[in-house]
C-alpha cells in the first residue's frame, strides 16, 4: 500500500531533463492545491457552509500562529507560509494511495523546499528592511563573523532538508517492513501512524521556515529598539 524507494525512477525526459516520479506527483499535488484553492473560493459566494467554515478556522489557526512568532506580520507571511504547509501536508499524506510514493521521501524535493525557505528568509528580511539594512546584519557585531553567519544558514538550509527526508524515508521503510511481516493484519494502525506523523513534520517544517524568517526580521527590529532607546535617553 505505501510504495517507497530510494531511488526515484525516471519517467520520462525533457529536454534531456530527467522527469521523475517525484516530479510527477509534485504536479499532481500542485494541480489539487489549485482545485482546492478554486472550490473554497467559489463556496464563498454562496451561503455559509461546512467547508466555508472549515476554511475560515485553518486560515484563522495558521494566521493566528504567525502573528504569535512574528506579531504584525501575519497578512505579509500568511500566503508564503500556509502554501508551504498545505503542500507539505498533501505531499506526506499522497504516499497513502497505493502505487504514489511521498515526494518528501525523495531528497531532491526536500531540499527544493528547503531551498525555497533559505531563499524567502532574505525575500521577506529585503522586504522589511531593504537590502542595504538587512545584509549590514552580517557584519555585527563584528565583520569577522561572517564566514560563521554564511555556514550556519548553509548548514540549517541543509538540516532543514535532511530532516524532512529522513523522517518521512524511515517512515514508509519501517511501514512498509511491517506490511511485509505481517500483512493485512495491521494496516489501521500503520495507517494512522502515517497520518500522525505527516501532521508532527509537516508542523514542524512550517514552524522552523516561519523561525527562521522571524530571526531574519527580527534581529533589524531589535536593533531599531535598541537604537531608540539610546537616543531617548536623556
Known amino acids: 500500500m505505501i510504495n517507497s524507494n530510494l531511488m526515484q525512477n525516471v519517467k520520462f525526459e525533457i529536454f534531456q531533463i530527467e522527469i521523475t516520479s517525484s516530479v510527477i506527483t509534485t504536479w499532481i499535488i500542485m494541480l489539487a492545491v489549485l482545485m482546492l484553492s478554486w472550490s473554497v473560493r467559489v463556496s464563498l459566494k454562496g451561503k455559509m457552509s461546512t467547508v466555508q467554515m472549515a476554511s475560515e478556522a485553518i486560515v484563522h489557526l495558521i494566521h493566528d500562529t504567525i502573528e504569535g512568532i512574528l506579531p504584525g506580520k501575519g497578512d505579509l507571511l500568511f500566503p508564503f507560509i500556509s502554501t508551504l504547509w498545505i503542500f507539505i501536508l498533501l505531499a506526506n499524506l499522497i504516499g497513502l494511495i497505493p502505487g504514489l510514493s511521498s515526494p518528501t521521501s525523495d531528497l531532491s524535493v526536500t531540499s527544493a523546499l528547503a531551498f525555497i525557505v533559505f531563499l524567502s528568509v532574505h525575500w521577506f ?86 523561525i527562521y524568517i522571524a530571526g531574519g526580521i527580527q534581529s533589524q527590529e531589535l536593533r531599531k529598539q535598541k537604537q531608540r532607546s539610546r537616543y531617548e535617553r536623556p
Do not use: C, D, W
Open 125 to 210: 528580511g529585503i522586504k522589511v528592511e531593504g537590502i542595504k539594512k538587512y545584509l549590514q546584519h552580517y557584519v555585527r557585531p563584528n565583520p569577522v563573523l561572517i564566514p560563521f553567519h554564511i555556514i550556519s544558514e548553509i548548514s540549517r538550509t541543509l538540516a532543514l532538508a535532511i530532516r524532512l527526508f529522513g523522517n518521512v524515508m524511515s517512515l514508509e521503510i519501517a511501514a512498509l517492513l511491517v506490511l511485509m511481516v505481517a500483512g493485512a493484519l495491521v494496516p489501521i494502525p500503520i495507517l494512522m501512524l502515517h497520518i500522525v506523523e505527516a501532521f508532527i513534520q509537516t508542523y514542524l517544517f512550517g514552524m522552523l521556515a516561519l
